[in-house]
């Protein structure tokens, strides 16, 4: 979120940056400025009046604000102020603010005004303020679609020449819709203006021909760039045969990105020069900045504060490149001196040297590249912003990952949501889970697996297994289903490939697997691909060929893979190992069964996900988020009021260290009571004793205080008796690759030894709430294992959209662990709560839009 001390960096409609910061009285001469750069009409419509100057007193009020009851924001584009906005209440603790702001003319239609709009709407909610008022000439019809573009209810009234708005500033889903929208498309176009340049300048490259500058430049050069090569050096009349200049400018032709290869400490000198010539974007191949110690993190925050003040984006530092493979582009600016072939598989890369493995061996499986980034050390340009550009880029159908660590990790699980519904995304990113925040260990690996598959993202362990999902993506179409039919000359490899299927979740279909014999040749073999190929019964195919005995197949007959067209032909997914011979273009090959399997049910589980119904986040009665701001205090928390804000309401549970107390606190509750050791991790340990239930009287009542006591220590609780039921555990915590996660599972020394938890990310559908009751291993004593009566589950999902909501509105809430949860047939009960709480903190993606 904007603070008063805390300048942002956000994204226009054009995809150039600028940045947003509380305005300060210092800003007088340049809002003087600004002001005289206006035009007649610009006056006219934001003060009504021509005002050709700003009178002293005006001018001190202008930028004097107390940033609660009046707030003003300044857009500045390098040093000179373009913009502002501001809001004034009306009143004391009036919940109503006018609201204005006014944009240089030379900056008009750049989408400054909805960004002034998020910012302020956001500090007026902060503050208080719930509604905004503002009054506009009809003649500013640009204004006038400002506010009415924003998805707020505007009410409008004409009165006196003016038209007066009025609307409400709370965040609905429309305002969400409308703000995303926007961040999607200035993301995008600001990534399309790095990946198809008109020119590119290249910093660093010697003349000498030696150096990582001098390797991208040849790069450049033969691999076709379609636009214009400019060799920046102090000196040299050329580099690598193209003609040098001193500085980008000389050169005279529009560029519209820089490739640095220059020192840390020259970098700057390099972004001004860079924007001097107009160019949009920075590529930093450059090492020595945050990756090389403090110094080098500090360096690395002026050169990203120095481009974004002169409208640009970074990519890198320490990276490897850009490519784009368009035959209207051929971009190359990368350290991999060759390219895979042109293809439909957008490839983002964190790591540079991984990104030249990954490079080479997509090169190798023949792997189509439409487009290449590598970040290295993510400074401003990360995957998300690829995602962005990838979602409705015509020529990427596939999108491949290689992800370290997530910077923003709740807007990546929303990004992969949407863009998985459109298009694959296939992410290699480590399942361990570094310590996060909270005090449950959190999902495990299978649970972030599932957490990856929640999100759409088809998740893999290895480089080859990207590129063996990859290359099946990018040819075959998706499975129907996950019956498999397996065909091959070899009994051995066709019943590796069935239990291969059953390991990874296939179901085998019946008549299969076929083994055609060793003797079939290849007539025979595209009989069995096509009639398996046209099996109603099978969804997908398997096939596997080990090379025949010499002289037992002639030249003809051994040409089995003549065969595998007309079996792709009828548009079922096909992978291939054959151990001997080269598969025609199209087909997925791969050295081993149970690779070629693999690959086969990762994307039969992606397709699955596709064909399930996304769900709705439903609207949820017994919510008061003003009762949960009220609960949760600056320097302490209500549990039990910020639960019962969110319609959660536990078991009264009063706590006594004494024998009169436990008995004080039972004639409260009225017979019969529990009695429990008041530690978290006991109270609901009846196998050790730690819990007494159903006490029936004052009598037994002390007789099991004191052996609690004697045991467990003085502190107990006590709660009134509720009906039995299963008992289950509900959690949240704080994960670093998805933010915050719901966890559910059944309760029990056993389910919590296994680690039987299903997690996942916020916030909830109600599709997601109804599949995490269901997919623990225990789960069906949910629903009435061995004759049981079934338990309420829709008040068990009811429950985790409740958490997930809290979870969402409320970023203080570390840790929230509900235990034990006791499920019936007529509903639940809550019988422990457990929260832990934070400092308030900007929590990634949430609030207006910025960098």
Not at 146 to 159: C, H, K, M, P, S
Request: aromatic share 4%.
């Amino acid at each position: 979120m904007t603070t008063v001390d805390q300048p942002v960096d956000v994204l226009l409609r054009d995809g150039s940056t600028v940045q947003l910061r509380p305005i300060d009285p210092a800003d007088a001469p340049g809002v003087v400025a600004m002001h005289s750069r206006f035009s007649e009409r610009t006056r006219y419509l934001r003060y009504f009046s021509p005002y050709p100057r700003i009178p002293e007193r005006d001018l001190i009020r202008f930028v004097t604000v107390d940033h609660r009851d009046r707030e003003a924001f300044v857009v500045l584009a390098g040093d000179q102020i373009i913009a502002v906005g501001r809001y004034e209440r009306l009143g004391p603790q009036a919940p109503e603010a006018e609201v204005a702001f006014v944009v240089e003319d030379a900056h008009q239609g750049r989408g400054i005004g909805s960004v002034l709009m998020e910012h302020l709407a956001d500090a007026a909610r902060r503050n208080g303020i719930m509604s905004f008022v503002a009054e506009v000439l009809p003649a500013n019809g640009t204004m006038l679609r400002v506010f009415a573009d924003f998805g707020y209810q505007v009410q409008r009234e004409y009165a006196d020449g003016v038209v007066h708005l009025s609307f409400p500033i709370a965040p609905t889903e429309a305002t969400l819709e409308v703000q995303r929208g926007r961040e999607h498309r200035t993301e995008a176009r600001s990534i399309a203006r790095l990946l198809a340049p008109r020119g590119i300048a290249v910093y660093g490259a010697s003349a000498t021909g030696q150096g990582v500058g001098a390797a991208v430049l040849g790069h450049l050069r033969d691999g076709g760039f379609a636009g214009t090569v400019v060799p920046v050096h102090p000196s040299a009349p050329t580099v690598a045969g193209l003609p040098a200049y001193p500085s980008a400018v000389d050169a005279g032709v529009p560029m519209d990105l820089a490739v640095v290869a220059v020192p840390p400490e020259a970098a700057t000198a390099v972004v001004a020069d860079a924007a001097a010539a107009g160019v949009h974007g920075l590529v930093v191949i450059s090492a020595g900045f945050a990756e090389a110690g403090p110094e080098g993190a500090a360096v690395q925050r002026a050169l990203v504060r120095a481009a974004h003040a002169a409208g640009m984006r970074v990519v890198g530092p320490n990276c490897l490149g850009v490519a784009n493979t368009d035959p209207t582009v051929r971009l190359n600016a990368t350290l991999a001196p060759a390219l895979p072939p042109a293809g439909r598989v957008g490839i983002f890369s964190q790591s540079g040297a991984f990104g030249v493995a990954l490079l080479a061996e997509a090169d190798r499986r023949g792997l189509g590249l439409s487009s290449f980034v590598s970040a290295g050390n993510r400074a401003d340009v990360s995957g998300n912003d690829l995602l962005q550009y990838w979602q409705d880029d015509p020529g990427t159908d596939v999108i491949m990952l290689y992800l370290e660590t997530f910077g923003n990790p709740r807007k990546f699980a929303r990004l992969a949501r949407r863009i998985g519904r459109a298009k694959p995304v296939v992410a290699l990113a480590s399942p361990a889970r570094p310590v996060g925040v909270g005090d449950t260990d959190g999902p495990d690996e299978v649970a972030v697996a599932a957490l990856f598959a929640q999100s759409g993202v088809i998740r893999v362990d290895t480089v080859a297994e990207l590129l063996d999902v990859g290359v099946l993506l990018a040819n075959q179409p998706l499975p129907a289903g996950g019956r498999v039919g397996v065909v091959g000359n070899s009994s051995a490899l066709t019943g590796l490939a069935a239990t291969a299927c059953a390991g990874q979740g296939l179901t085998v279909a019946a008549g299969y697997p076929r083994d055609v014999g060793s003797s079939a040749g290849a007539a025979e073999f595209a009989a069995a691909l096509a009639e398996t190929a046209g099996d109603d019964r099978v969804d997908a195919l398997v096939v596997v060929f080990a090379p025949p005995l010499p002289g037992q197949l002639t030249d003809v007959d051994a040409d089995v893979t003549a065969a595998l067209p007309a079996a792709l032909a009828l548009g079922k997914p096909t992978v291939a190992t054959f151990l001997v011979g080269r598969l025609p273009a199209g087909v997925p090959a791969y050295g081993g069964v149970e690779e070629a399997v693999r690959a086969l049910a990762r994307v039969h589980r992606y397709a699955e996900w596709l064909r399930r119904p996304p769900g709705v986040v439903p609207e949820l009665p017994r919510v008061d988020s003003d009762a949960a701001q009220a609960a949760l205090r600056a320097d302490t928390v209500d549990p039990g009021a910020l639960l019962a804000a969110y319609g959660i309401e536990p078991v009264a549970s009063v706590p006594a260290d004494s024998v009169d107390d436990v008995v004080d606190a039972a004639a409260r509750l009225g017979f019969p009571v529990a009695l429990k050791a008041a530690a978290p991790g006991l109270r609901h340990r009846l196998d050790l004793g730690a819990v007494r239930l159903d006490l029936p009287d004052e009598l037994t009542l002390r007789r099991a205080y004191a052996e609690v006591a004697a045991v467990f220590g003085a502190d107990v609780l006590v709660q009134p008796m509720v009906p039995p039921g299963v008992a289950c555990v509900v959690e949240l915590v704080e994960d670093p690759a998805f933010g915050p996660v719901v966890g559910f599972g059944l309760g029990g020394v056993a389910t919590e030894l296994l680690g039987d938890r299903a997690w996942r990310a916020v916030p909830l559908t109600d599709t997601d709430a109804a599949e995490l009751v269901d997919e623990p291993r225990a789960a069906p004593l949910l629903r009435g294992h061995r004759g049981a009566v079934p338990v309420d589950r829709a008040a068990l999902a009811d429950l985790l959209l409740r958490v997930a909501r809290l979870a969402d509105e409320q970023p203080r809430v570390r840790s929230l662990t509900l235990n034990p949860v006791l499920a019936r047939p007529d509903g639940i009960s809550v019988l422990h709560a457990q929260v832990r709480v934070g400092g308030l903190v900007a929590r990634p993606d949430t609030g207006p839009r910025r960098l």
